[in-house]
């Protein structure tokens, strides 16, 4: 195999397919800022503006209202799309000349959708008209599809793919691909494909992983609504990293046939897709759109459950985890969980604080998990690609202590492990709705997503405030909180690690080399309580103030 | 450990239960016939032969009404189930001297409950009153359970047990555990510990297994709702043989929580519990019981699907799977089928044959999956009870060359495989909806549930009739159809076996040693159809001109 041919060739799909976007954008500035968010208004029209202002429902509003066709809607976010990936050029960046959040644009198609849509009497689906970004590995009918490996770069062209097929007949529009890391098992973004993505609000810094396309792209506005997927935070770090709005759902709610993945059988945790958006509105709209097609009746391996109506109690019951006791989060992180527990606080709702049970458990059990073959499918289809580990994978399947060669008993073993985790967990959390005055369990969990802000590139190698929720198999969903405040996040100068791994966090922190970043928290609810995740999101936010 | 010892311990609690229950049995005579399901009547009162009649919703509906209390029914059940169990030995039956249906009754706790059950003042749940018979490594709640093996006898007595907890809180009354075959992976019932079962309507053949205590009690009708688990057909193939009704849900449906089994963690084949009865209703009563309980409230690993109504076509289109190209069924299997497909025609459904797509290949993913580890779990588990392998265990993991131990990427290759076949039968069922007048799919599989009626003992070989469905997840329910008819059911001496296993089964088969044997057929329906599963069933009964 002629790896660097083959890299050629994919970028060169990447390149031209952006070439294409019309009208041509006009040459970007030599010298980008580190926040580069604004960089679109002096590059896009006011009406491309207008547009790409708005949120999922409202652009399918006014598609339906004739405000703008869906050709106008689509035209203008393939332009905020490809400035979205030059932007992510730049002679500072020299290490990442080549990166971008972008593996290909699908201008020509995109608009022959939109016009066919806009040609017809009635909306065909509740997503009649909308462009919505896919990350790569998910597929795309009739494109070719590499999954972050140089090895897959000739594959055959994608047939079925159940989730966008789905969306496809609620009258979505594919306009663009998105990157994703190495083996797609980083909490960062880079390929020897396609190099880094960066986080657009600093783009010293990682917009997270692997869903990082997706969320620089929706961070820049580029996308209102894209799908992610999630195995150990790939949704949920990307978007918080970004400020954006991210939801991973229950295992078995969102249909994955289709996908590209290395580790196909191994099934210790399991992936699930998920959308990514600029609006909480955005999740809510996927999912519901999404399950009303009822999706089961055609994939068997998705339970029958439709988006069901959830009630809240007025008073909620939030617990708060500080720490997981493993990794003490930065001082914006834990700025962000007072600032809400304020607001809720205020809004009358009851907060506990939540007592992590053997994470560090979690945490092993997980790792171990996901290569139950000490990930040779992963080495084997790098080495086939002629390309290196990144230091990221490097540090996955070699350094992290937990991926090794495992017999079947082994394996078993792992698994018997596992599922007392799960009910030791589930146990605990049903046991706080005893000796409590109303009896009443708690109802979500506030969680860190990360143990900070996005970090500065390499450096995301602590996964346990989203890995956790995945081996529980509990939804969770992201926010934008804050973003990180030189002058009251300061260092803790007299924090005393507790392990290596704390240490290795504590030492990255420094608040001037955050400057601008996101700062998203995660709401946590119980296996199956995906629909009251995001209501009590919504609860949540409208006690911030937030409509 | 002292093997022996330990056997005899088993047996004495066996033995002593049965001693206590009240009023004591006069002694059965020393001389039985094969068929010995109507030995009952010489031995309860009309009173009792009144109360064992009944089927559970009549039973409930005449506790509530206060025709019977509990008391009473429960123990007509104790004395009954104390008879089907002493009808297993006789002196006809050297080598199954010591075989049996039930490891333990349960007299005193049973009277207790049903007493305090009595006591109040309205029904508890949906189940007040009703003895429920369990299979013995599902466990009880301050019993000990071995599940077969030696090695656990004397392991500490159970505590929460979720199913049960359920069935309990509906106000069920548990009196009776039933046997289950060694490793609770025969498709029939024998173990070291307790011998062999036998099945009521000839003792010269099996009850099957390995829910088959549960199979032979309520043949007898010592049981009208009993609790069996099925990973290959252990539901379904002990009720084809005994005559009686069985379900499979579809895994995910029902909690196994507390079950004792060797291949924890070994996840490629999921087992499920489920209901076994003398009627349909008592089906439907235990799904609707258990689920209306919103059991995924407590325990996550089940999905939160309520026991939801179906409204099915006046007409349906009903597959009939003739044989599935590996094993031809025997004549009285063809015979049933045959009947109740004239039964449908003529109240006006539509039949079409079912082609069936690589059953071969289904079979063989699945024995391979039963045994990740090559079975060593359970070498292990019967060697440290210094007890031998029973024939068909032998036969199971070593010499039905599916079993052996493999590398953890072979098993991910087993699954990757699974996935793909089930994929593939999923598209096979949805293509039936193509081309047809109506375009519409095919509602049900009218299936065998087996090669043949009940086998002499040792002799339950293929499982593909039953295990197909297994693996792809489908639910299956099974009713009685018929019994072997000497006149009808000749063997076919021209026909040429296909290969070794069709050989082994044609060469069984001699009308003359089937005697009496119920054949039981099976409605198979799509994934999570559990309901219309159920609904089918009804509606191929009343075509049969059942109520």
Chains 1, 2 share one sequence.
């Not at 849509?117 to 990350?135: A, C, Q």
């Not at 961070?219 to 991973?248: E, H």
């Not at 001037?512 to 928290?521: E, F, H």
Request: with cysteine; charged share 25%.
């Amino acid at each position: 195999m002629d790896t660097a041919k083959l890299i050629s060739k994919a970028r060169e799909t990447r390149d031209s397919s952006i070439a294409r976007v019309e009208p041509p954008l006009a040459p970007l500035p030599a010298s980008l800022p580190k926040n580069v968010t604004r960089i679109p208004d002096e590059y896009l029209t006011a009406r491309e503006l207008e547009i790409t202002a708005l949120d999922a429902p409202e652009l399918l509003e006014a598609i339906r209202d004739k405000v703008y066709s869906s050709e106008d809607v689509t035209r203008a976010f393939l332009r905020r799309a490809a400035i979205a990936q030059k932007l992510n050029y730049g002679p500072r960046l020299t290490s990442y000349i080549q990166t971008n959040c972008i593996t290909e644009l699908l201008p020509e198609r995109a608009i022959e959708r939109a016009k066919y849509l806009d040609s017809l009497p009635h909306p065909i689906g509740p997503l009649h008209g909308l462009p919505i970004s896919i990350k790569e590995h998910h597929g795309m009918r009739g494109c070719s599809t590499n999954g972050g490996y140089v090895a897959l770069i000739e594959r055959e062209p994608d047939g079925d793919l159940s989730l966008n097929d789905v969306l496809w007949d609620a009258g979505a529009v594919f306009y663009a691909r998105t990157t994703q890391p190495q083996a797609v098992m980083h909490l960062e973004t880079s390929t020897n494909i396609y190099g880094v993505t960066l986080n657009p609000w600093n783009t010293d810094l990682s917009p997270g992983g692997s869903s990082g396309g997706e969320s620089a792209l929706v961070a820049m506005r580029g996308s209102v609504l894209g799908i992610g997927g999630d195995i150990g935070g790939s949704i949920r770090c990307p978007a918080a990293n970004t400020g954006i709005y991210g939801f991973k759902p229950t295992p078995g709610r969102i249909c994955s046939t289709g996908t590209i993945v290395a580790t196909s059988g191994q099934e210790g945790v399991i992936a699930t897709k998920g959308p990514m958006s600029t609006s909480r509105s955005g999740l809510d709209l996927f999912m519901e759109a999404y399950l009303s097609s009822e999706p089961w009746t055609s994939e068997d391996t998705i339970a029958p459950i439709p988006w069901r109506p959830v009630t809240l109690p007025p008073k909620l019951k939030i617990a708060i985890l500080w720490s997981d006791d493993i990794v003490t989060p930065h001082p914006p992180v834990t700025r962000a969980l007072r600032e809400v527990s304020s607001a809720l606080q205020a809004a009358g709702h009851e907060l506990v604080d939540w007592k992590p049970e053997a994470h560090d458990e979690c945490w092993a059990i997980t790792h171990s998990l996901y290569y139950e073959d000490g990930a040779a499918c992963v080495e084997q289809l790098l080495s086939r690609g002629g390309e290196a580990l990144l230091p990221l994978t490097e540090w996955l399947i070699k350094d992290n202590g937990n991926v090794r060669r495992r017999t079947a008993e082994e394996v078993c073993a792992l698994k018997v492990q596992r599922n007392a985790y799960r009910q030791r967990y589930n146990k605990l959390w049903r046991s706080t709705g005893s000796g409590s005055e109303d009896s009443r369990m708690v109802d979500a969990i506030l969680s860190p997503t990360g143990p900070g802000a996005a970090p500065p590139h390499g450096n995301a190698k602590y996964w346990g405030y989203t890995s956790q929720w995945n081996l529980l198999e509990y939804p969770g969903a992201v926010f934008p909180v804050t973003t990180v405040d030189q002058r009251l996040d300061v260092r803790d100068t007299g924090y005393v690690p507790k392990n290596a791994q704390d240490r290795f966090n504590y030492e990255l922190y420094e608040p001037g080399r955050y400057v601008d970043a996101p700062v998203g928290l995660q709401i946590v609810t119980r296996k199956w309580e995906d629909e009251k995740c995001l209501k009590i999101l919504e609860v949540v936010e409208k006690a911030m103030g937030r409509k």
